[in-house]
């Protein structure tokens, strides 16, 4: 009997590839019988990456746009590649369709070939919950950005107390954005269910609300997570060496992720600090220079910490939970 294989499609960002990856592993020791696709050379004998031929999409001056288009270029792409899986007799039948939370236009291609497709979505159910019921407001009521931006708080049915709305993701603020998150919002709605990277007793307010609120029962969520790699294979590059040995030389519960004041009260600490983007733009925030940092820090507050903590720019978020 051959193994039925699944198709994952995740988004071309580290973090949502590592969850597809992760989510992957975790699918295949739950059930041998299933072989995974992703994008890449063979990785395993049940874990395989297809490489897909570039394309090329003149760019804007609106991202969101861009990026759409991008995905849309590739949907041929994926077709091509699905379809040499349906007919190449070393593939066992194709079971589903795994997208990412942001490809959801591929979710079109899945149906093509009488295929579920499911959405993999790296974030929790509440924000699931807040992102469909946004979605449902501007459809419903016509509502704006600029009417959201005007409230302080919105009761939002996956989260237990009124959301500030100072707290938005700022995609949904920008009103070059709200097509493309219409779009990804809508898309959620068309699988035939989605994957959750959390899980009930985390979050059991928000995994209630979609049994019980109008907006969101009917949608087929499945809390898998957490997906976590607790013990990485490859080795940390020499910064996260550094990190994590002074985390292990530290002494046991001594040390705090994020701290204020932290020079006052004395406790150890590793400071992820990284550099806003301009104001108004929709860039991913960026590592300081080490010369900048006293720009943004107290007059001679490194020296003064040095013995109890470490300021960094990017984290080795895996190898450091605690």
Known sequence: MKKVEVVFIPFPAVGHLVSALEFAKLLINHDNQSDVYAKSIPISDSLHVINLP?????????????????????????????????????????AAVIVDMFCT???????????????????????????????????????????????????IPSFANP??????PSSVLHKEYKSVFMSFAKGLKNADGIIVNSFEELESYAVHSFFSHPELAG??????????????????????????????????????????????????????LRKPPPKGTMVAPSDYPLSDLSSVLPEGFLDRTEEIGRVIGWAPQTQTQF
Do not use: C
């Open 54 to 94: 570039e394309v090329s999409v003149l760019p804007t001056s609106d991202p969101g746009s861009d990026m759409n288009a991008l995905l849309e270029a590739h949907k041929a792409n994926v077709k091509q590649a699905i379809s040499n899986l349906t007919t190449g007799e070393q593939h066992g039948p194709l």
């Open 105 to 155: 236009n591929m979710i079109d291609v899945a149906k093509e070939f009488s295929l579920p497709a499911f959405v993999l979505f790296t974030s929790g159910i509440a924000f699931l919950g807040l992102n469909l019921y946004i979605q449902y407001l501007f459809e419903r009521d016509s509502t704006d950005s600029t009417q959201l931006m005007q409230l302080t708080e919105l009761p």
């Open 163 to 168: 959301f500030p709305l100072n707290s938005l």
């Open 219 to 272: 949608l087929s969520i499945y809390p898998i997570g957490p997906i976590l790699n607790l013990e990485p294979k490859t080795k940390g590059t020499v910064d996260s060496d550094d990190i994590v040995k002074w985390l292990d030389d530290q002494p046991p519960s001594s040390v705090k992720g994020i701290a204020l004041a932290v020079e006052n009260t004395g406790v150890r600490i590793v400071w992820s």
